[in-house]
């Protein structure tokens, strides 16, 4: 693996302009090429045509919900930690016996919700710093 | 020391002409494959499985690896030059790397994506040596609860930090938690939002929702403009990076680095999860935020480190045995 890398760092640079090309090809032939490509990539994972059909419905939701400003990338992360993180909440309560109390119990966790605090902190820190500081700009532009 | 000595033995094993070849055609296919979008590392792996059916299994695994890391660096290469993401664990770079490209510097891009991927990966297989062991044990020790409240917190990181509307980013949120609970319910078997549907019996599959909200949908963006697909062109003597990207990007591939590597330990989590929580901390350390978006270096530079450092750590069977009593293999959509 480690070899893989040293050849990908020697391959990549000089030949970028080589992999471009490949997306120089007209749009009408590109377009298509990906879609099949992409098809492809998609069933080749579990084989299903359902994920097919995800893709194509999901291609054009996000196609409408990019025109109205929204960024894709939070969803993807949700969809990926939600999963997991109600196994873990489950199994969490099935360990503790259904007790909430589980999550306030080991010191990481406190370690972990004074980070975030601390971040919260910060961020509404900095929120008030600049508040005051357009205040303080329209006070000397007035 | 032992590791190091194993390492040795390690690279006197491969350094034959034959492994070589082997891996160079591996990084070469992956290349191709990781550029073209649609087709991730894995449809890479799998176009090519039948070729190594008649090899011995060190070439045919070094092989396999070239495809994955060929993969990882084509990847880059499309998000940045045409924000169309390779692969899944690129979309991040697809942010600033096309930003970047579009204000002429997607040579830079290229060749700091490629120099973090490198770093990342060194430091990670070099951590992993010194440090996974015990940390792998701890991480088993920690339990469940531990991690709901680390997720939660990652969920909340990524809604402060994000740029645009945080309300936005926080419906985008819950419309993906909501969106992941289709399926079948992990505990207790019974579907969910299946509708009778088989085919969503097995939960909406990352890999079409990744390609699908990305690349059709950048393609669908693009084909309102009547034009062609922009790719744009680096040059070669616009490779080489200024002395003021290097500096920018130094931090940032040793944040991506730590990064990557400790979601490497953690059981089951994806490269996609480190490139976003790289972004986030490299938008949270940055000293001017609001280049986020319009093509700062370290918004490549980081995710992209990550990205290879996660990989480093995540393919130690070690941690995935310390997977195992979750009584649940890594899940597959976690592995590209």
């Given at each position: 693996?480690?070899?893989?890398?040293?050849?990908?760092?020697?391959?990549?640079?000089?030949?970028?302009?080589?992999?471009?090309?490949?997306?120089?090809?007209?749009?009408?032939?590109?377009?298509?090429?990906?879609?099949?490509?992409?098809?492809?990539?998609v069933y080749?994972v579990s084989f299903k045509a359902a994920d097919i059909w995800i893709?194509?419905?999901?291609?054009?939701?996000?196609?409408?919900?990019?025109?109205?400003?929204?960024?894709?990338?939070?969803?993807?992360?949700?969809l990926?930690?939600?999963d997991?993180?109600?196994?873990?909440?489950?199994?969490?309560?099935?360990?503790?016996?259904?007790?909430?109390?589980?999550?306030?119990?080991?010191?990481?966790?406190?370690?972990?919700?004074?980070?975030?605090?601390?971040?919260?902190?910060?961020?509404?820190?900095?929120?008030?710093?600049?508040?005051?500081?357009?205040?303080?700009?329209?006070?000397?532009?007035? | 020391?032992?590791?190091?000595?194993?390492?040795?033995?390690?690279?006197?094993?491969?350094?034959?002409?034959?492994?070589?070849?082997?891996?160079?055609?591996?990084?070469?296919?992956?290349?191709?494959?990781?550029?073209?979008?649609?087709?991730?590392?894995?449809?890479?792996?799998?176009?090519?499985?039948?070729?190594?059916?008649?090899?011995?299994?060190?070439?045919?695994?070094?092989?396999?690896?070239?495809?994955?890391?060929?993969?990882?660096?084509?990847?880059?290469?499309?998000?940045?030059?045409?924000?169309?993401?390779?692969?899944?664990?690129?979309?991040?770079?697809?942010?600033?790397?096309?930003?970047?490209?579009?204000?002429?510097?997607?040579?830079?891009?290229?060749?700091?994506?490629?120099?973090?991927?490198?770093?990342?990966?060194?430091?990670?297989?070099?951590?992993?040596?010194?440090?996974?062991?015990?940390?792998?044990?701890?991480?088993?020790?920690?339990?469940?609860?531990?991690?709901?409240?680390?997720?939660?917190?990652?969920?909340?990181?990524?809604?402060?930090?994000?740029?645009?509307?945080?309300?936005?980013?926080?419906?985008?949120?819950?419309?993906?938690?909501?969106v992941g609970t289709v399926g079948l319910d992990k505990?207790?078997g019974?579907p969910r939002f299946t509708?009778?549907n088989l085919g969503l019996a097995d939960g909406l599959s990352f890999t079409a929702l990744?390609?699908?909200?990305?690349?059709?949908?950048?393609?669908?963006?693009?084909?309102?403009?009547?034009?062609?697909?922009?790719?744009?062109?680096?040059?070669?003597?616009?490779?080489?990076?200024?002395?003021?990207?290097?500096?920018?990007?130094?931090?940032?591939?040793?944040?991506?680095?730590?990064?990557?590597?400790?979601?490497?330990?953690?059981?089951?989590?994806?490269?996609?999860?480190?490139?976003?929580?790289?972004?986030?901390?490299?938008?949270?350390?940055?000293?001017?935020?609001?280049?986020?978006?319009?093509?700062?270096?370290?918004?490549?530079?980081?995710?992209?480190?990550?990205?290879?450092?996660?990989?480093?750590?995540?393919?130690?069977?070690?941690?995935?045995?310390?997977?195992?009593?979750?009584?649940r293999?890594?899940r597959f959509c976690c592995?590209?």
């Amino acid at each position: 693996m480690y070899i893989g890398n040293i050849i990908l760092v020697i391959l990549n640079l000089p030949l970028v302009g080589i992999f471009v090309n490949l997306l120089r090809i007209p749009y009408g032939w590109l377009v298509p090429t990906i879609l099949v490509i992409s098809i492809i990539g998609v069933y080749s994972v579990s084989f299903k045509a359902a994920d097919i059909w995800i893709m194509i419905v999901s291609g054009g939701a996000g196609y409408v919900l990019r025109k109205f400003g929204y960024e894709m990338a939070p969803l993807l992360l949700a969809l990926v930690l939600g999963d997991r993180l109600e196994e873990n909440f489950r199994l969490a309560l099935t360990m503790s016996g259904g007790s909430y109390a589980t999550f306030a119990d080991k010191a990481a966790l406190l370690v972990i919700v004074a980070i975030a605090g601390l971040l919260f902190i910060l961020q509404a820190c900095a929120w008030a710093f600049g508040y005051r500081k357009s205040m303080a700009d329209e006070a000397e532009r007035a | 020391m032992d590791a190091f000595n194993q390492l040795m033995t390690g690279f006197a094993g491969i350094l034959g002409w034959k492994t070589l070849f082997y891996c160079f055609i591996g990084c070469l296919w992956g290349t191709v494959v990781g550029v073209l979008p649609g087709l991730g590392p894995l449809a890479g792996m799998v176009l090519l499985l039948p070729l190594t059916f008649g090899l011995d299994p060190a070439s045919a695994i070094i092989m396999l690896s070239g495809i994955f890391y060929g993969a990882m660096y084509g990847g880059s290469t499309t998000s940045i030059l045409v924000r169309i993401p390779g692969e899944a664990a690129s979309v991040i770079t697809c942010i600033d790397g096309y930003e970047m490209a579009r204000q002429g510097r997607a040579g830079p891009a290229l060749v700091i994506a490629a120099v973090g991927s490198f770093v990342g990966g060194t430091l990670s297989v070099l951590g992993l040596m010194l440090v996974a062991p015990p940390l792998a044990n701890v991480m088993v020790a920690i339990g469940p609860s531990v991690e709901v409240v680390l997720m939660l917190m990652a969920l909340c990181v990524i809604t402060l930090v994000s740029g645009g509307s945080r309300l936005k980013t926080g419906a985008m949120i819950i419309l993906g938690l909501a969106v992941g609970t289709v399926g079948l319910d992990k505990l207790t078997g019974l579907p969910r939002f299946t509708f009778g549907n088989l085919g969503l019996a097995d939960g909406l599959s990352f890999t079409a929702l990744a390609i699908g909200l990305f690349g059709i949908s950048e393609i669908l963006l693009n084909l309102e403009r009547s034009e062609a697909i922009k790719a744009i062109q680096p040059k070669l003597k616009d490779l080489i990076p200024r002395w003021n990207d290097l500096k920018e990007a130094t931090p940032a591939i040793g944040r991506g680095s730590i990064i990557g590597f400790l979601f490497g330990i953690v059981p089951g989590v994806s490269h996609v999860v480190s490139t976003f929580v790289s972004y986030a901390i490299e938008k949270r350390f940055s000293r001017n935020p609001e280049q986020f978006g319009k093509g700062a270096i370290a918004g490549v530079a980081g995710p992209e480190t990550a990205n290879n450092a996660t990989t480093g750590t995540a393919s130690d069977p070690g941690c995935w045995r310390s997977a195992f009593p979750r009584s649940r293999p890594p899940r597959f959509c976690c592995r590209p």
